[in-house]
């Protein structure tokens, strides 16, 4: 079905845009407006694009981008925005992840907790 990465969901903050991938319409309501929150409060504060994927082993990555000379875009910001989300949203990430391991890459979890 994928064959490297997996779009989560993304803000951009020059076309006040939020987008949520269609394969992820199935989350709860709660975590879809808590990923909605986290990204469009994410570019209000720093600029730019915010996209989290999913890399081809299912660990989520948060990729920050911004326009070619854009001066309001912080990057020292975005990376401890980055930082400060990793720690906050630890559990809801995690939970995130585990998902996509289990119903899009077909990963089960073993009982010592490791992946097979």
Do not use: W
Not at 9 to 25: H, M, P, T, V
Not at 61 to 71: N, S
Not at 78 to 104: H, I, P, T, W
């Amino acid at each position: 079905m994928y064959q490297d990465r997996i779009v989560l969901c993304g803000s951009n903050a020059y076309e006040k845009k939020y987008y949520l991938n269609d394969d992820f319409q199935g989350l709860p309501a709660e975590v879809q407006k808590e990923l909605k929150i986290m990204c469009v409060l994410f570019t209000e504060k720093v600029g730019g694009v915010l996209t989290l994927e999913f890399d081809e082993s299912g660990e989520l990555e948060f990729h920050t981008t911004a326009r070619e000379g854009d001066l309001m875009y912080d990057d020292i910001g975005s990376g401890l925005e980055v930082n400060r989300l990793r720690n906050e949203k630890r559990d809801l990430l995690e939970a995130l992840e585990m998902y996509v391991k289990v119903f899009f890459l077909g990963l089960e979890e073993s009982s010592d907790g490791e992946d097979e």
